[in-house]
C-alpha cells in the first residue's frame, strides 16, 4: 500500500533553470494538494487539483509556477525560470475521493536548491 | 496574514515531563483542528484532531485542549520520550475549503 511518492526527492538547479517536481498520491485518493516549507518556516498551501482540474491556486505565485495533474500520470509541479528564493522543500499531499475528511496524507518532499 | 498563529518556535523539555504547544487562530468559520508530526527529512503526519463542539481529545499520550471562545487550541504531550523529537504543527480548515492553513511549526527536543 504505498504512499504518496515524490520525485526527485532533491534536485540542484542553477539559477534560471527550470524545475519539474513530480507527485503520485496515494491508491484511491484523486485530490492532490502541493505545500512550500521554507527553512525555519511552516508549510504554506500552493496548489489544490483534481485530475485535470486545478481547483484553488490561491498559494501559488503569480508568474513561474504552473502545477498539473493531467488525467494519466503523476501531478506535476513547475518552476521555471529558478531564483535563489525557490530553494525550499515542496511537500505533496494527496486525500481520498469521497469528500474532505480534514486529513492529507504527505510524501516525503522533494527538496530544491538552486544555487 | 497568517491565519493560525503557533508559539512557542523551538521548545526543550526533560524526558518525562510535559510538552505544550499552543496555536491561536482569527477565523471563526474554521471547523477542524489538526496537529501534524514531522522528522527530519520525512513529510508531515497527522497525530491528532479535533472538531470544535468538544473541548478536549485524548489519544495516549496526546491531548488537544480547545478553547473556542477564545480561539485557541492547544497540544499537550505527557510523558514526553526522546522519541517524540519532532516538528510539530497545527493547522486548521473550515468547511467547503478542503485545504488546510498550517501553523508556522514548533521544533520539540525531548532530552533524555
Known amino acids: 500500500n504505498a504512499g504518496v511518492m515524490q520525485n526527485p526527492r532533491h534536485l540542484v538547479r542553477r539559477r534560471g533553470q527550470e524545475a519539474r517536481l513530480r507527485c503520485s498520491p496515494m491508491k484511491g485518493h484523486s485530490h492532490v494538494y502541493w505545500y512550500r516549507q521554507l527553512p525555519e518556516e511552516g508549510l504554506k498551501f500552493m496548489v489544490y487539483l483534481q485530475k485535470e482540474n486545478i481547483i484553488d491556486e490561491s498559494g501559488m505565485p503569480k508568474e513561474r509556477f504552473s502545477a498539473e495533474f493531467p488525467k494519466e500520470g503523476p501531478s506535476i509541479l513547475r518552476i521555471q525560470q529558478v531564483v535563489r528564493g525557490d530553494s525550499a522543500a515542496y511537500f505533496c499531499?494527496?486525500?481520498?475521493?469521497?469528500?474532505?475528511?480534514?486529513?492529507?496524507?504527505f510524501g516525503e518532499g522533494s527538496r530544491l536548491t538552486v544555487l | 496574514q497568517q491565519q493560525v498563529k503557533q508559539s512557542p518556535q523551538s521548545l526543550i523539555v526533560q524526558k518525562g515531563g510535559i510538552s505544550i504547544i499552543n496555536c491561536a487562530y482569527e477565523?471563526?468559520?474554521?471547523?477542524?483542528f489538526p496537529w501534524y508530526q514531522q522528522f527530519p527529512g520525512k513529510g508531515p503526519a497527522l497525530l491528532i484532531a479535533?472538531?470544535?463542539?468538544?473541548s478536549e481529545k485524548k489519544e495516549g499520550r496526546f491531548t488537544i485542549s480547545f478553547n473556542k471562545s477564545a480561539k485557541q487550541f492547544s497540544l499537550h504531550i505527557m510523558d514526553s520520550q526522546p522519541g517524540d523529537s519532532a516538528t510539530y504543527f497545527c493547522a486548521a480548515s473550515k468547511q467547503g475549503a478542503q485545504k488546510l492553513v498550517f501553523g508556522q511549526g514548533t521544533r520539540l527536543t525531548i532530552n533524555p
Open positions: 479535533i472538531r470544535p463542539d468538544v
Open positions: 499531499a494527496s486525500s481520498p475521493r469521497q469528500g474532505w475528511t480534514g486529513e492529507l496524507f
Open positions: 477565523n471563526t468559520a474554521f471547523d477542524y
